[in-house]
């Protein structure tokens, strides 16, 4: 009925035939996957087969609307627009999906035993100075002042010499230094270190404090619609690499901090809490004790 | 071992329970949709909900690695910082992914025998002059004139008066009128046309040529990569819209079309798909006859 024309004709023509279904709700997979072409990367055409795959059964599933695509077309637009060299808004929305979490996790299935990895984060910043154990890496000197000590050690407790700590943390103001220039000394809570023959290692620095993650767009509006907080619990950020060894990208967070049960971005893992414990000596109010395992 | 300090203590504290898992390959789902709180809209929370089961499960499934994520990172951001007033690149990458035209699908499941839909896409611009019956929406004088005629009719066939069928289409070098504004004049190959009682319509135009659609960014790109061309088949936009009657937006494509089998957005259906005739009047080149059928 559709396709008769004025004439009585069907408009029922074959097409040119390449034998491809026609597009429609249940052939989509099918159709857009199979317009590739046969000098696709066969990974690249894995990981879109399967991107196709997962994006059109979310919408089949939800029946999302015209008018949601296009609240959709609209949040993604704004994310990008807002990404420059100093901001990041789509790392920050595969953040709080825990997406970014998920990717780590898939990647660094340690063998047992070892530290576990976290998320990186973007306020690392290469090549800090290289300190002497037991140097104060706080130099604006406000905050809590804490000693971390402990061993970098391979899954069977041996101490790892030659490990390269690298170390970040924000101030007590809950800003990291490259988001203060003005107001930070340079390299302010960052450091490397290297480890000796016992594995150890020991610094000052102050009891990490938590801070929200930047939400004055998109990503902050979502997160107000979806009735969440933009904090993250206090935590110092360390990459561990060592010759023969897996490199490690961790933190470890204060077992007091407030939002230890809803980090913002999921960085949270229960073998990463650690006690910082009040400090009976004369230079430290805390301090906090952890050893970093390293897997081969 | 690896949460064991130096002093022997374990670090396996009890973190401050709100009961919900920590984050994990296996809890990352429900983790991140536990997050929510109580006063988020219930259809955002459905969609959200949906939306990370199948974004994880894709991550899962095909083990993305980190050096993947941050290539999509980046295409996204760079599919973002292009759009602005006059680039919509995210329209663009949901065309091409199949899943605008999903969308539509998906909200418009027609009675049987109802004239199908396809996408709207970005050229319909409102306010296209109202003409008579017969009157030559081709203003340039460029291209094979055509005549189109039908008629606007209910599922059992009865005539419908008052129809407002909105119709747009590229001009002979496949550019629409708004893509041009120095080039074309204003309101080429556009009009509106209100059918009588007998729910005829006709008007001159030209027969519809293929055009690629923007591919000097990150989605001609992505095309490129997956060895597809951005090519649409040549096609005529409708919108018919009659009181009591659910409104139509649909094209009709020229049978003898190169890319008919293989259109860059998946708009082709097969009940779209008109034969154009050589004419054998005076006054046109071809002929296209084509019946809206509307759905009450």
Same mark, same amino acid.
């Given at each position: 009925?559709?396709?008769q024309t004025?004439?009585?004709? $069907?408009?029922?023509?074959?097409?040119? #035939?390449?034998?491809?279904?026609?597009? &429609?709700?249940?052939?989509?997979?099918?159709?857009?996957?199979?317009? $590739? #072409?046969? &000098?696709?990367?066969?990974?690249?055409?894995q990981? $879109?087969t *399967?991107?196709?795959?997962?994006?059109?059964?979310?919408?089949?599933?939800?029946?999302?609307t015209?008018?949601?695509?296009?609240?959709?077309?609209?949040f993604?637009?704004?994310?990008?627009?807002? *990404?420059?060299?100093?901001?990041?808004?789509?790392?920050l929305?595969?953040?709080?999906?825990?997406?970014?979490?998920?990717?780590? +996790?898939?990647?660094?299935?340690?063998?047992f #035993?070892?530290t576990e990895?976290?998320?990186?984060g973007?306020?690392?910043?290469?090549?800090?100075?290289?300190?002497? $154990?037991?140097?104060?890496?706080s130099?604006?000197?406000?905050?809590?002042? *804490?000693?971390?000590?402990?061993?970098?050690?391979?899954?069977?407790?041996n101490?790892?010499?030659?490990?390269?700590?690298?170390?970040?943390?924000?101030? +007590?103001?809950?800003?990291?230094?490259?988001?203060?220039p003005?107001?930070q000394?340079?390299?302010?809570?960052?450091?490397?270190f290297?480890?000796? +023959?016992?594995?150890?290692? &020991?610094?000052? #620095?102050?009891?990490?404090v938590?801070?929200?993650?930047?939400n004055?767009?998109?990503?902050g509006?979502?997160?107000?619609?979806?009735?969440?907080?933009?904090?993250?619990? +206090?935590?110092?950020?360390?990459?561990v690499?060592?010759?023969?060894y897996?490199?490690?990208?961790?933190?470890?967070?204060?077992a007091?901090?407030?939002?230890?049960?809803s980090?913002a971005v999921f960085?949270v893992?229960k073998? @990463?809490?650690?006690?910082?414990?009040k400090c009976?000596?004369?230079?430290?109010?805390?301090?906090?004790?952890?050893?970093?395992? @390293?897997?081969?």
């Amino acid at each position: 009925m559709s396709t008769q024309t004025e004439d009585g004709e $069907m408009n029922q023509l074959t097409h040119n #035939g390449t034998g491809f279904p026609f597009f &429609s709700e249940d052939t989509s997979v099918e159709v857009v996957n199979l317009r $590739m #072409g046969g &000098s696709v990367n066969p990974r690249l055409k894995q990981v $879109m087969t *399967c991107l196709i795959q997962h994006l059109h059964a979310f919408i089949k599933e939800i029946e999302l609307t015209q008018e949601e695509w296009e609240l959709g077309i609209d949040f993604v637009t704004r994310t990008g627009q807002l *990404c420059s060299e100093e901001r990041q808004e789509f790392i920050l929305l595969s953040d709080v999906l825990g997406i970014s979490m998920l990717v780590d +996790a898939v990647n660094n299935r340690h063998p047992f #035993g070892a530290t576990e990895s976290t998320v990186f984060g973007p306020f690392h910043v290469e090549g800090a100075p290289h300190l002497e $154990m037991g140097a104060n890496i706080s130099l604006d000197a406000k905050g809590e002042k *804490c000693l971390f000590e402990g061993r970098v050690i391979d899954i069977e407790g041996n101490p790892i010499e030659g490990a390269v700590i690298d170390v970040w943390c924000d101030n +007590a103001a809950g800003y990291y230094d490259v988001q203060q220039p003005e107001l930070q000394p340079k390299w302010n809570n960052r450091g490397v270190f290297i480890t000796g +023959a016992d594995g150890l290692y &020991s610094f000052y #620095g102050i009891k990490p404090v938590s801070y929200p993650i930047p939400n004055d767009g998109p990503v902050g509006q979502l997160l107000e619609k979806l009735d969440r907080h933009p904090y993250r619990p +206090a935590h110092i950020h360390f990459r561990v690499a060592a010759k023969g060894y897996r490199k490690l990208i961790t933190h470890i967070f204060t077992a007091d901090s407030l939002y230890i049960d809803s980090d913002a971005v999921f960085g949270v893992k229960k073998s @990463l809490i650690t006690p910082f414990k009040k400090c009976d000596r004369s230079d430290a109010v805390w301090s906090a004790k952890y050893n970093f395992v @390293l897997a081969s």
